[in-house]
């Protein structure tokens, strides 16, 4: 998926929240190269030897839904604006036990457009929550992205740490290459 430079046309779903900050399930976005939904799916993950249901993102090229387009449930800020780079939030979590490192979780929690005029961001509600955030704003430190460290508490033996970043997707995509 190589948007860069193509257009940035509007986003949107179904049943958009009225501040336009929450999609459930999924959101769709449309670009001079293309359409696409992100969506935020449950499943199971083995975590840790430990089953447990997590909100998994997935993109795929998808068209925006009729009944975002008739109920109006769409936001055309930004459009027009040439795409200049294309981000994937990742964030690493360490869990250290009595001083000791016990594991490190790594999830991809968003995408996150560089537009010429400002920025957009869809990320996870939260760990366990199937809904996505919606962000734009003209600088960057201005996005409302999620932020994995705070779905993990702390007491006093299991420390959690870590943190949450933006990745170029070429590179992302090149590490997954190589891994």
């Not at 359409?35 to 447990?52: G, H, I, K, M, T």
């Not at 990742?90 to 995408?111: A, K, M, W, Y």
């Not at 509600?125 to 955030?133: A, F, K, N, R, S």
């Not at 999620?146 to 170029?168: C, F, K, M, Q, R």
């Amino acid at each position: 998926m190589n948007l860069r430079g193509e257009q940035w046309v509007r986003f949107g779903c179904e049943e958009l929240s009225p501040e336009l900050d929450v999609a459930p399930e999924s959101i769709q976005f449309e670009t001079s190269g293309g359409s696409f939904e992100l969506f935020a799916r449950d499943e199971v993950v083995d975590l840790f030897d430990d089953p447990d249901s997590l909100a998994v993102l997935y993109l795929e090229r998808g068209e925006l839904s009729g009944k975002a387009i008739r109920r109006g449930n769409l936001s055309y800020r930004f459009s027009g604006s040439k795409i200049v780079e294309i981000y994937v939030l990742v964030s690493e979590i360490l869990e250290v036990e009595n001083t000791v490192p016990t594991f490190t979780f790594l999830s991809h929690d968003g995408i996150v457009f560089e537009l010429e005029d400002g920025w957009v961001g869809f990320s996870k509600e939260g760990l366990w929550v199937e809904d996505i955030h919606v962000s734009t704003g003209n600088e960057l430190d201005q996005l409302d992205l999620y932020v994995a460290l705070n779905d993990w508490e702390s007491n006093l033996e299991i420390v959690y740490s870590g943190g949450t970043n933006l990745v170029p997707l070429q590179a992302w995509l090149e590490g997954l290459e190589k891994s």
